[in-house]
């Protein structure tokens, strides 16, 4: 689907995966300009400063930590200590976001995405808009544990938003608007609402047009803003449910010809829950 989305966006491409991890454990995913010295017995000097097992398993230049779930915390703030130039891609039970620069199909091939099993996934390939052509820059954004998001306009507000957001402790990495549209549905959730209540508070505090696509450990939901002038197609049978910006995304997916697509209704939330 990624692949056939290609001149959509050809300067960057991200993947999340939701991977079954084992009771009271938790993943970070990481990034590196420089694994082979990032990666280099990373492993077992977390070990020593946590004080607990660590797993580490290397995707190219993207290493996944395993270890307790509550150690996750203070995990990250000696990672900073241990390797300061690690970027965080994810954080969560179940969550790991890939992204780099270049081509889906090239993107996909360096992490061997075909390989990879999981109960849903979200992908997103990318033409600059807001931001620069980065790493980091790329789609989709992580601001709270297991969720994620994708994001198909442009905000409007993103700026002013930052800036609030910020003020109340949301951490945001990037000057890109989209992680700002994910860093609003965490702090909303943090504030006591649901994701299908933060994203229908996304349509009156988020100026501009957009698309979401969020994902969640059990699931994953949709919504377009009020006028809904970027394009979205859904797919669904008693098998899956996929979500396009374009209908040829989902043309070879089994099962197809029998499934039921439709054009997701303007300022409406969708969502799907396993």
Not at 43 to 71: C, F, P, W
Not at 216 to 235: E, H
Request: hydrophobic share 35%; net charge negative; glycine share 8%.
């Amino acid at each position: 689907m990624l692949i056939t989305m290609t001149d959509r966006g050809p300067d960057s491409a991200g993947i999340a995966i939701y991977n079954h991890v084992t009771d009271k454990k938790g993943k970070i995913t990481v990034q590196s300009d420089a694994p082979d010295t990032d990666f280099n017995s990373l492993e077992s000097e977390l070990e020593k400063q946590v004080k607990g097992d660590v797993n580490l398993r290397i995707q190219s230049t993207h290493a996944v930590l395993e270890l307790r779930a509550d150690q996750m915390n203070s995990a990250r703030t000696i990672l900073k200590q241990l390797r300061p130039n690690l970027r965080v891609m994810s954080t969560g039970e179940s969550l790991e976001i890939y992204k780099e620069v270049g081509l889906p199909k090239d993107v996909a091939a360096r992490f061997d995405i075909k390989k990879m099993s999981g109960s849903h996934g979200i992908g997103h390939t990318r033409m600059a808009t807001e931001s620069a052509v980065t790493t980091m820059g790329a789609h989709p954004f992580n601001t709270g544990s297991d969720q994620c998001l994708v994001h198909n306009g442009s905000l409007s507000n993103h700026n002013s938003l930052r800036r609030k957001l910020r003020r109340d402790g949301v951490h945001i990495q990037t000057e890109n608007d989209t992680e700002v549209g994910a860093a609003y549905l965490t702090w909303k959730m943090q504030n006591g609402s649901s994701l299908g209540e933060a994203l229908e508070s996304s349509l009156d505090d988020l100026d501009g047009f957009f698309t979401f696509v969020v994902g969640t450990k059990d699931g994953f939901g949709v919504v377009r803003d009020p006028i809904a002038c970027k394009p979205a197609v859904m797919a669904e049978t008693d098998h899956f449910v996929a979500f396009g910006s374009e209908y040829r995304a989902l043309v070879n997916l089994p099962g197809i010809e029998q499934a039921r697509v439709w054009e997701p209704e303007p300022a409406t939330v969708y969502f799907w829950k396993h």
